[in-house]
């Protein structure tokens, strides 16, 4: 699959980069700049590093503000829930931003394209090429409305813990045990999906899917506090 031109996701985003360099590095792999090393390109790997911390900054300012009366801790947990692989490929994906990778051949035949962890990486090196070319102002601007929008809102808690909100419930219900359990792998090994049940008391009260493990337990334990 060629990926499509960076020009359109420009326009798309209503975005403008002053150095195109950049936004290139941002979409281009390891392993598309070391099958063109006469090129002498830069691949996404150092954009990663600095988005990852741009991300950081820009949530723990919108979680500062958004919840003046949660403690640090509280901030804390809800940061690394946001700042997460998962939200991170979603976000990514929502933006059809695999579609715009450059990868090596061999990197594309086995499914890189939707590597969750690949797909990620390209979210924060776009935000770190972003960063430097626009500064974070423009970042701001971005992540209010491209991804802000997309967290999710549980009462007055921002993106909590699933878990930790149903094994509280449970306690304090006095419902009995509660426990979680695997009860499915499926897709290829660059995509795996994980499916979890949640009991409480012996009785099932959610099941959840999700690309790890934790995921797929967090997913069964929202749809078990809907319930």
């Known amino acids: 699959m060629n990926s499509l031109p960076l020009s359109q996701l420009c326009s798309k985003l209503e975005v403008t980069f002053s150095d195109l360099t950049l936004l290139k590095a941002a979409f281009t792999h390891s392993s598309f700049r070391n099958e063109h090393k006469r090129e002498h390109m830069k691949d996404n790997e150092r954009l990663e590093f600095l988005g990852d911390a741009v991300l950081e900054l820009c949530v723990s300012q919108y979680l500062f503000q958004a919840l003046p009366d949660a403690?640090?801790?509280?901030?804390?947990?809800?940061?690394?829930?946001?700042?997460?692989?998962?939200s991170l490929v979603a976000a990514a994906r929502n933006l059809d931003f695999p579609r715009y990778l450059r990868l090596g051949k061999g990197e594309e035949l086995s499914g890189g394209r939707e590597r969750p962890s690949l797909v990620a990486d390209v979210f924060e090196a776009f935000i770190g090429a972003l960063f430097l070319d626009q500064g974070l102002h423009v970042v701001e601007q971005f992540m209010t409305r491209h991804f802000y929008p997309r967290i999710e809102i549980v009462g007055e808690r921002l993106h909590r813990d699933y878990k930790?909100?149903?094994?509280?419930?449970?306690?304090?219900?006095?419902?009995?045990?509660?426990?979680?359990?695997?009860?499915?792998?499926?897709?290829?090994?660059?995509?795996?999906?994980?499916?979890?049940?949640?009991?409480?008391?012996?009785?099932?009260?959610?099941?959840?899917?999700?690309?790890?493990?934790?995921?797929?337990?967090?997913?069964?334990?929202r749809k078990a506090l809907h319930r």
């Open 164 to 221: 930790t909100m149903l094994q509280e419930y449970v306690q304090k219900q006095n419902l009995g045990v509660l426990m979680y359990d695997i009860i499915a792998e499926r897709g290829p090994a660059h995509d795996r999906e994980f499916v979890a049940q949640v009991m409480v008391g012996g009785t099932l009260w959610g099941e959840g899917v999700g690309h790890s493990k934790k995921e797929a337990e967090q997913n069964a334990a």
């Open 71 to 86: 403690p640090e801790g509280e901030l804390t947990r809800m940061r690394s829930t946001i700042v997460c692989e998962s």
